[in-house]
Each structure stands twice: as structure tokens, then as C-alpha cells.
């Protein structure tokens, strides 16, 4: 055996003992084990860019979030038809959403839809009767709709529920002025005003109530 041979035998007997001794003492990178990705949505890269290791996965939107999505970009241009539009699809997806048919009321009320507006706080209600939002909601669009015995109803159920909240107690004076019981209405700005300084409208009513000596 030449020394060139006995060179190549020491050789291939050493690369052997570092494989198997790397093979049995376990400190081989295992698939799933050794590597930790540091975010859960992190994605291994391909292995033809290996300058970009990890990525992140594009978030899908669900369909409801894209409707919502859609309704709150109509709504800063204004655009209450195309809200109603993107709120009734979302409505059809989950007629039962109670921040869906918050919005819906919303619109309706905005476009002057009274009726709709009357049917989607109704079902909001009947989702939680405590829910004070949804019954001065209620007693705003009975008012635009000449009911006021409903409307009045409403708005003390609100008051009711609570009656720390100013603005429940300044809708409710506006509906009170409307109907000529000035009285009344300067009572109840005079609460909202009392709870909340910076509605600023109440105080203006509460002058001009005074001053004409209400």
C-alpha cells in the first residue's frame, strides 16, 4: 500500500468517526425541533432565496370583516346608500350582529329612513333589553315618526338604565322641546349640562330657555 493510499484510508476513517459520532450523540438539527420560529404565523422562505429566510402569511379578511369594512369607508365619504348596501349583505351573513344592526340604525337614520331604522333598533333591543344606547336610539326615530308617547317611553327606559349618561338626558329635552313642554326641557338640559360641561348646545338652550322665561 503506497503512502498516497494509506493518506486516503486515515481519511475516509476519520470522516466516517465525526459522521457517526455527530449521528449518535443527537445534536443533529431535527426537522420541527431545533428550529423555533420566533412568531407563530412565521413561514420557512424558499430555498432559492435563502436572504429571505421567514415571512409573514397575508391576514384574510372574513367576509363580515370586509362588509364592515366597506360600511365604515361609505360612511366617512357620506355615502349612506352604499352603506346600506354592504350592512344588508352583512346582515344576510349574521342578521343577529348586534354592531351590524348598531350601524344599520345608524344609516337609516342619517338617510332619514325612520322605519328601518325603528326595525333594526327593535331587534337590537330584543338582543339585550338593557341596552340603553338602543332605546334612545329608539326614542329618536319614534320621534321622527310622530310617535310620541313611544318616544317618551324610550327615552326614560334609557334614563332608567343610565342615568349618569348626559346625553340621554339631552335627547331626551330636545324631544320635549319639540312638543312645546318647555318646561321640561329646560329641566333636562339643565341635568345634561350638570353632568357634562362640555355639551355646550345645552347650555345655549338653557339661556335661551330662561330668557324667555320658561
Sequence with gaps: MSTFQLFLLILAASVLYLFFKQLFSGSYPKRGVDFEAKNADEQIGGINRPDKTFSKPTVQLTRMEQLLKMTDEALEKK??????????????????NADVLQKMAYV????????????????LIALDENDDMA?????NALHKLGDEEGAE?????AISLDTDYAPHHFNYANTLYDLG??????????????????IEVAKEMIEKLEADNV
Design 181 to 198: 313642554r318647555k318646561k321640561e326641557a329646560l329641566a333636562g338640559y339643565k341635568k345634561a349640562y350638570e353632568l357634562d360641561e362640555s
Design 135 to 139: 332605546h334612545a336610539l329608539l326614542a
Design 153 to 157: 317611553k324610550h327615552h326614560e327606559k
Design 79 to 96: 355615502d349612506f346608500e352604499e352603506a346600506k348596501k354592504a350592512l344588508g349583505s352583512a346582515l344576510i351573513i349574521d342578521e343577529n
Design 108 to 123: 337609516c337614520m342619517q338617510s332619514e329612513a325612520y322605519e328601518e331604522a325603528k326595525e333594526s333598533i327593535e331587534k
